[in-house]
């Protein structure tokens, strides 16, 4: 999914009850056992909620802290932006499925995650 040329540096949080993620990955999965799953964005089996980490939330946001880990309805975020030099993506807060304070391992994440336990 292309991202904005914008590179904007500096602390921002969300109006209302909006919500900031980061490292939702749509490239190539390797799972732990060395399954291979390739990137499929933009394609019919991409189209599947992916995981990503929340960054920060609007002050009326009451579902989800900052740190968690959410599973995102698909197409239910914004196409990306750089933001001091990560990219992060807002999602729609109607949107959001699931919610867990700890990261997803690889076998929970959705085909194109791209979680590496190595990094």
């Known amino acids: 999914m292309p991202i904005s040329n914008t590179n904007i540096t500096g602390t921002f ?3 209302h009850d909006g919500v ?3 490292e939702m990955k749509f490239d190539e ?3 732990a056992s ?3 799953i390739p990137g499929d964005d933009a394609e019919l089996r991409g189209i ?3 995981w990503a980490q929340v960054v920060t939330i609007g002050p009326e946001q009451t579902d989800v802290s900052e740190g ?3 599973l995102v309805a698909h197409g239910r975020w914004s196409r990306g932006f750089n933001l001091n030099g990560e990219t ?3 999602v729609d807060p109607k949107d959001i499925l699931m919610v867990s304070d700890d990261r997803p391992r690889d076998e929970y994440f959705a085909p194109s995650m791209g979680h590496r336990e190595d990094g």
């Open 34 to 36: 060395g399954l291979i």
């Open 29 to 31: 999965v390797r799972t």
């Open 20 to 22: 900031l993620v980061k």
């Open 68 to 70: 968690q880990w959410i």
């Open 13 to 15: 949080r969300p109006l």
């Open 48 to 50: 599947h909620p992916r």
């Open 88 to 90: 992060h993506r807002t």
